[in-house]
């Protein structure tokens, strides 16, 4: 049975099926967010500058707080962390969509958004340091972590298109509520489940050396010093496509439909992780990585170039195959490297990576597009995947390192 089917020998684990569930319910937000926050601003105000800018100040916000209240959840629990954080969160989403309706200044979006992001619950680390535990050792662990990428990939084939039919069919401001309220009640049923909760680790005294306390290495991953700016890179080029794929379908006529083409990208990366995930690999797991961005990267160079929406949704499907198994490889060589006790926290370095390459790209693909429009938006895409290639082939050493290595850095060996 796990030979044929190990998604599902995973997913039979004591409490994995539950835990997984309401992880990827609190993750619909990640797709919808972002998207929301550009539909709703970009309505009322007709400024894709403004709207991008807002959207980056809630990526920043991720960016900056996640990796400190990932490594609080690893040494206090993750339950002791998401409760305040989800709360925070709701109030700040309600000022966020209030102040938009109620035409208040920039700054006050710009506030709302970026205490929003700070307050985001970090479900996918928790998710895959949960699994991690459950399955220490065990050769299913790829097939886990497959698995919630591919849900991410789901996420990303349904938020979109949700996101953007409430925002444009309903009322602009229903995708932001509804991304809002799945990552509220998301967070709290994944709370609720204590039996898989990892054990807190109180952090350790440093090690002493002569005297004096040694401290470990900053990062609780030596490959973090290669993924971080590729994971940047790959972040901002995601954001351009988003910004550059709505104004591309608004100008051709069928706004609506870019919700629908971004589906498509992310149909065809959950196709690919499921392919990625039933297979066993022989392949070092750091070429397989360079493999798969350097080819996500080739494609998204393309989608400039394309005529129409029909021809861009047919490469973006085809182009989407090779992301899914690009951040699972990346999740991987994290989980390979983590020092004992900061395996969260590695996991939230690379959303925060994401993320502050989310705001970033957000920020200047708004202002590319307000001058330029769609196309030259999709030559900054072009131009985003090209830096995240570079700096995977130029920090590809430190995805070598081996996990003793890392283990031995962290005892200040």
């Not at 662990?141 to 069919?169: C, K, N, Q, R, Y």
């Not at 393309?302 to 899914?324: E, I, K, N, Q």
């Not at 590319?368 to 895409?381: H, N």
């Amino acid at each position: 049975m796990t030979r044929r089917s190990p998604y599902r020998a995973a997913l039979a684990s004591p409490g994995a099926l539950r835990f997984s569930a309401a992880g990827f319910l609190g993750r619909l937000q990640i797709s919808m967010y972002g998207l929301g926050t550009v539909l709703l601003v970009s309505s009322l105000t007709g400024r894709y500058g403004l709207a991008g800018t807002v959207t980056a100040a809630g990526a920043a916000g991720y960016a900056v707080v996640s990796p400190f209240t990932a490594r609080l959840g690893d040494r206090i629990g993750q339950r002791a962390v998401l409760l305040p954080l989800i709360g925070v969160f709701a109030a700040a989403s309600c000022a966020l969509i209030g102040g938009a309706i109620a035409r208040a200044p920039g700054w006050v979006l710009l506030a709302a958004s970026a205490v929003a992001g700070a307050a985001t619950p970090q479900l996918g680390a928790m998710v895959r340091a949960r699994w991690s535990v459950l399955l220490a050792g065990s050769p299913l662990l790829h097939a886990a972590f497959s698995l919630e990428s591919v849900a991410d990939e789901v996420i990303f084939v349904a938020g979109p298109v949700l996101v953007t039919l409430l925002a444009t069919e309903v009322y602009p401001a229903a995708g932001l509520a509804v991304a809002a309220a799945t990552c509220f009640a998301g967070t709290l049923l994944f709370a609720a489940q204590r039996g898989t909760e990892p054990p807190a680790r109180p952090a350790d005294p440093p090690p002493a050396r002569h005297g004096r306390a040694v401290r470990g290495p900053l990062l609780p991953a030596a490959g973090l010093v290669t993924l971080l700016p590729v994971f940047f890179c790959f972040g901002a080029m995601l954001a351009a496509i988003d910004l550059s794929t709505v104004d591309f379908a608004q100008a051709h006529g069928h706004k609506p439909l870019a919700g629908v083409i971004l589906g498509g990208y992310a149909l065809g990366s959950a196709c690919g992780g499921l392919w990625y995930g039933a297979r066993s690999w022989h392949t070092p797991l750091h070429r397989r990585f360079t493999v798969t961005l350097c080819a996500a990267a080739a494609g998204a160079a393309t989608f400039w170039a394309m005529p129409g929406l029909l021809p861009l949704a047919a490469v973006m499907l085809a182009s989407g195959l090779v992301l899914s198994p690009m951040l699972i490889s990346g999740f991987s060589l994290v989980e390979e490297q983590a020092v004992p006790g900061r395996l969260t926290e590695g996991m939230a370095w690379l959303t925060s990576a994401i993320s502050v390459g989310t705001a970033a790209g957000s920020a200047a693909a708004g202002q590319v597009i307000d001058v330029g429009g769609a196309r030259w938006g999709y030559v900054l895409v072009a131009c985003c995947g090209a830096g995240a290639c570079l700096a995977c082939l130029a920090g590809l050493p430190a995805l070598r390192t081996p996990r003793h290595e890392v283990a031995a850095e962290g005892a200040g060996a």
